[in-house]
């Protein structure tokens, strides 16, 4: 029991008392003694645990308050460095006298007088002879002084009235671009430079970019980048051409169209430059500068319809059979021949636009193939077209319309001709439709003569 009243017991020890009691009394185990010493031992335990944890936190609370003074060398070891948790502190809103957020006043809002603190009366004084005194009070001719809101916001203010007239006087601007040519590679460097006076069909100005392309082949095509909201857009970009030999630069056409990008909508052309490198002097290696007007893309339609009336409209080779047990009509369109000049380069696009009317309406529509850069292109491609009222159907209330058009990648495409042929036509294309109805299942073929 001496060993109980110090507190400090081990396992053996509890082994000793049980085997003192068994010995005290043999024949009857004493239990609730066991379980007595047992719960005993576990609170002791419990104790001297909860003892060892004080102990631990009472070190580290000394050691947080370790001075660096109280140490020899003044310096604090790494084990010994514990950095209390910061507190935190309250978010202030910001009082009247400072401003997070400023602002800007409405340019269209009258303005009204900035309130300016009191100050004290100033002794008056003599301005000196050849001017105003800066303490003197501000004259009435003398505009009212702004407040710091409207002074901040007509200092950012872009000057749009100076840098970008909005009144161009009808004109498209000048497009400014450099040339250079290099023997040793057999290269045409174009330098895109800037545009300038372009007109201002928006508010805040077009999206302009430039595209460019080397005629009559078509095949070199760039653009540049899109420069926003300017009417004088610089872009200083170069494009290098490989492959041209010094004697194929005569016959090259620098063909510039200027558009405004959209992103909702399909593009809008504001205008074109085409400049033939015929009538310039390229020497090796120099730059040569040039600037261009920018021409509407409207005059460009204008000045073919008037080639198209003087030159005529070309001719196209059709042949058509009938078959009346099928109730079906055979178009075989072959060529055509002397089409107008529909491009800068002097060629044209073409394609042909076919449809069937019955009783003066469209019921079937068909289209030939586009031929690239020619004026007398060769289709011979076939179409079929089934008329109604079958088996009974004849060719009385029936026509055939078609259309030769110059197709485009960047404008609609412009109708070269027009061919209309059926017993309510005239000339060779009446005698034609007559001649296939009299001889059906033969394929008749006939030029004939396109219209406006």
């Given at each position: 029991?001496k ?6 017991m ?42 060892v ?22 310096k ?40 300016q603190?009191?100050?004290?009366p ?10 105003n ?55 045409l460097?174009?330098s ?24 009559p082949?078509k ?25 041209l ?13 200027v558009?405004?990008f ?29 600037c ?17 009336r003087a ?99 960047v ?18 294309a ?23």
């Amino acid at each position: 029991m001496k060993m109980l009243e110090d507190g400090h017991m081990s396992a053996a020890d509890v082994g000793v008392i049980i085997e003192s009691v068994k010995k005290s009394n043999p024949d009857k185990t004493n239990w609730p003694l066991i379980y007595f010493v047992a719960a005993l031992v576990f609170i002791l335990l419990c104790a001297c645990t909860c003892w060892v944890g004080r102990a631990k936190d009472v070190i580290l609370d000394k050691l947080c308050k370790f001075d660096i003074s109280d140490t020899p060398g003044g310096k604090r070891s790494p084990e010994m460095v514990f950095m209390p948790p910061r507190r935190a502190t309250a978010v202030r809103s910001p009082g009247s006298a400072t401003h997070y957020l400023r602002k800007s006043p409405s340019p269209t809002a009258p303005t009204a007088p900035a309130a300016q603190p009191p100050q004290p009366p100033t002794p008056p004084q003599n301005p000196p002879s050849g001017g105003n005194s800066p303490r003197t009070p501000t004259a009435p001719n003398e505009p009212t002084p702004l407040s710091k809101e409207l002074a901040d916001a007509n200092a950012t203010e872009k000057p749009k009235a100076i840098q970008e007239p909005e009144t161009n006087d009808g004109r498209l601007g000048d497009l400014h671009f450099k040339l250079r040519y290099e023997n040793e590679k057999n290269a045409l460097v174009v330098s895109v430079v800037s545009c300038q006076g372009l007109p201002g069909r928006e508010p805040a100005g077009p999206d302009p970019y430039v595209k460019l392309q080397l005629l009559p082949d078509k095949q070199h095509k760039v653009k540049t980048r899109v420069v926003r909201k300017t009417r004088c857009p610089v872009y200083d970009e170069d494009f290098t051409f490989y492959g041209l030999a010094p004697h194929q630069l005569a016959g090259i056409t620098l063909h510039f169209v200027v558009l405004s990008f959209d992103r909702y909508s399909r593009d809008e052309i504001i205008g074109e430059v085409v400049s033939p490198l015929s009538s310039l002097q390229l020497q090796s290696g120099e730059a040569m500068a040039l600037c261009r007007e920018i021409q509407p893309r409207s005059l460009k339609s204008d000045i073919y319809f008037i080639q198209m009336r003087a030159a005529g409209r070309g001719e196209v080779l059709v042949s058509l059979c009938w078959q009346p047990a099928a109730a079906r009509l055979t178009v075989v369109l072959l060529k055509a021949r002397n089409l107008p000049k529909m491009d800068v380069t002097g060629l044209a696009d073409p394609y042909v636009k076919m449809y069937l009317l019955y009783n003066g309406q469209r019921i079937a529509k068909k289209k030939t193939h586009v031929k690239k850069r020619t004026l007398n292109p060769v289709f011979n491609e076939s179409f079929v077209f089934e008329v109604p009222a079958a088996p009974a159907a004849t060719l009385d209330h029936v026509s055939l319309e078609l259309l030769v058009l110059d197709w485009d990648r960047v404008t609609k495409n412009e109708v070269i001709g027009r061919l209309e042929l059926g017993a309510e036509g005239a000339g060779s294309a009446r005698h034609h439709w007559r001649e296939v109805q009299a001889a059906p299942r033969r394929q008749i073929a006939d030029w004939h003569k396109l219209r406006e």
